[in-house]
């Protein structure tokens, strides 16, 4: 297991919603948890990923997903199995639409 940690900022404030889970912990697939961080300026993202050695796409993926979805004062965390980059931002985007309330 691998534990990956970034912080996006410049971005606008999130508003505050309860905390929101979407996805399943199974082979090639993975959870996203995404809860508010009141005051915080900043979009912290850590990863719990069975896949070792995938850093640097693991920050080209979160650093597109942060470039659709610029907001600040959220911590969201990512248990992965081995997701693919297209179902991680699938399952990102499904996670941000579900904790604004959005249809998924």
Do not use: K
Request: hydrophobic share 50%; proline share 8%; net charge negative.
């Amino acid at each position: 297991m691998e534990t990956l940690n970034f912080r996006f900022e410049q971005g606008r404030p999130a508003p505050l919603h309860a905390p929101r889970l979407v996805g399943v912990v199974g082979s090639g697939n993975l959870e996203v948890l995404v809860e508010p961080a009141p005051g915080g300026d900043a979009c912290e993202i850590a990863v719990v990923t069975a896949a070792a050695g995938f850093a640097a796409i693991w920050e080209a993926v979160l650093r597109d997903f942060y470039a659709r979805w610029p907001l600040t004062g959220l911590r969201i965390a990512i248990n992965d199995v081995g997701a693919t980059p297209a179902v991680v931002s699938l399952r990102l985007d499904q996670a941000l639409r579900t904790y604004l309330g959005e249809a998924p």
